[in-house]
């Protein structure tokens, strides 16, 4: 593949650059597709939903992600062929990068968010392609599909195909793993989705077979008694609400975790309740890993979720659900965020 025939920024409203990936498309190539750290619905979905139109477009693909995902998203068609890094030898993952001819990349906005796979996608050579819906500060591709206004990643990835005439080789596995991208990202459409192209889309998807019952069933559906009882724990015992700044957040310790026998994926969603308090307009679940607090962070309106975890956490992410990390014990980590709100207290108060 011709790395200089492949640069530059594309954009769904401009005609120039599409013909030429379509182009590139249509001839079969091997495909590599990397995806962020404690992927997400998103991350699963997106790079399942490309992957399953590019071996019908007869292109060999393999998706490679740092670690494993979480239990409600194993069901997804394609997932069981997923390669998960530290599944494999350092030199295996190697050979996939030198072999492949171009590599995609969904839902991550800078190299770090591949974690252990961040070296092997800085030193790769090979064409790149980045299809993304968070703001992207430093290019690291050689081309790139951004559009920070839609929800999801998999809502890009549709749109791609279509703009390159491939809607038609959406089988109901694709439409699957997309439409259950837009479904996790959005928390089934009530946030990031107050536009009406994404119900074209999402109605588009259903029509091509896919599965929204069971998408809902699988992600919203499927909780442990354990699971269910750690939320329980969470908003009943654990959360604290800091009316003053219109502010709450979870602090659960390895210890909770180990507690209600945490498996990967089970604390998803939990940092969002705390938002349906009345006036409570930030939210954040801090979690104890065991080299560092991870933190989810919330928020409705303006508040800008991702500049906070960028300033205080070495994180980012959107203005409403942005995510960081902190290195130092849990009551370090919320000590940092308490005296961070003293700074943002006139914003939260800004907000209506
Ligand atoms: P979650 O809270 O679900 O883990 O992450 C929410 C969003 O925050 C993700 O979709 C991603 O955009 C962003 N995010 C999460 N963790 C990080 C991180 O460590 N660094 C950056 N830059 N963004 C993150
Ligand atoms: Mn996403």
Redesign the pocket.
Known sequence: MQNELFHGKLDFNLESGWQEVRALFVIPHKVLILT???P?G??IGSALGLKWVLLKLGHTVDIIIPDDAPSFLIWLPGHNEVIVKGRKSDQSISRYFDECELVICS????P??LGSLEESLRKCVKPKLLIDH?PVYEQFTDVQLIDPQKGSASEMVFLFLEKLLFTELIGPEAATCLLAGIMT?TVGLKVASSYPEIYETVAKLIRLGADKDRIYFEVYNMFSTDRMRLLGYSLEQNMKVLPEFRAAYIALSKNDLKNFRHKKGDT?GF?NYPLSIANVIFSV?FTEQTDHI?????SRGNFP??EF??KY??????RN?????YSGTLQEAIGQFESALIDYKELLHAES
């Open positions: 962020h750290k404690n997400d998103d991350a839902d991550f906005n800078t770090e968010r968070h990202d998803e940092v679940l991870k933190l989810s962070l919330r979720a991702n975890a960028k956490f070495n994180g980012g992410g959107h659900a942005a995510g960081g990390r």
